[in-house]
């Protein structure tokens, strides 16, 4: 009775911190998650390198770069269907609770987290990767290559988290509307090799702001604090990119998951496409 008691409590307490924190989860409530639900998908999404080295236990590996279009244009996500099919053969469900860790930068699990979004999952979770955390939590770790069986994915594309060229275009200027470049700031001046400058009418966040040195996410309060820096509030539609929206998606994590805000979006094809397409940039 005192250990079923125990267990009560110990998940009450690991469902408060994941009310408090949406989908962001801790060691803890992840080895709890593991227990309690032996379906439980597993998503690493480093490379298949780091993949090989060391993994969480039962994990999959899903390198973000896998899930783009072979085109010119880096960084373009494949269509709902060719991407249900790649989760399908991976053992993924739209339906699964999926939990996602990355090598603790936190831009590549929250890019394949907004990927499941825009596909219609709606049980994904981040876990952050933190070492000394997951030791305590004794989060299990091998290098044996996790074996799976295909599952059915059905995508139910949530076109209210992605939009496109034309989208921006049509939104520039308007009162309601903000476009906010994550990049570093010498990508967004154009003062790197990377970048030439950046959307004319864009305003500059860099995604570290939303993240700790740790590279874990900031938490409600403290990215209230970032959105009211830059007069972003909820009844604007805001649209994050950066070069290829892999730390947009960190942004859109931040804004969409964390704080609540209703109408938060990334523009995929993002710097890369603006420019292939012939667009003027500021600097």
């Not at 702001?209 to 409600?220: A, T």
């Not at 209230?224 to 604007?236: H, I, N, P, S």
């Not at 704080?259 to 938060?264: A, K, R």
Request: with cysteine; hydrophobic share 40%.
């Amino acid at each position: 009775m005192k250990r079923l008691t125990g267990f009560i409590l110990a998940f009450l307490i690991s469902a408060g911190t994941l009310f408090a924190q949406a989908d962001i989860i801790s060691a803890a409530d992840f080895v709890a998650l593991k227990k309690a639900n032996k379906t439980l998908v597993v998503i690493d999404a480093n490379t298949a390198a780091n993949y090989a080295k060391s993994h969480v236990q039962g994990a999959i590996n899903v390198p973000h770069k896998e899930l783009y279009q072979e085109t010119e244009i880096e960084g373009l996500i494949k269509i709902p269907a060719e991407l249900a099919e790649y989760f399908g053969n991976k053992g993924v469900s739209n339906t699964s609770e999926i939990v996602i860790y990355d090598d603790g930068s936190s831009k590549y699990n929250s890019r394949v987290y907004w990927v499941l979004k825009y596909l219609g999952v709606d049980d994904a979770k981040l876990l952050h990767k933190d070492m000394g955390e997951w030791k305590k939590s004794r989060v299990p770790i091998t290098r044996a290559k996790t074996v799976t069986k295909k599952a059915t994915f059905t995508p139910l594309a949530n076109d209210n988290v992605i939009v496109d060229l034309n989208y921006v275009k049509g939104h520039l200027g308007k009162a309601d509307f903000v476009l906010i470049d994550s990049r570093d700031p010498e990508e967004f001046d154009g003062s790197s090799d990377k970048s030439e400058g950046h959307i004319k009418g864009a305003i500059h966040m860099n995604y570290k702001e939303c993240l700790n040195e740790n590279g874990s996410f900031k938490n409600k309060a403290e990215l209230e604090a970032v959105a009211g820096k830059y007069g972003l509030t909820k009844d604007k539609i805001l649209v994050f990119y950066c070069q290829t929206s892999v730390r947009a998606a960190v942004t859109f994590v931040a804004f969409e998951s964390i704080l609540g805000y209703p109408n938060v979006k990334v523009y995929d094809g993002a710097y890369n496409e603006w420019v292939a397409k012939g667009h003027d940039i500021a600097q």
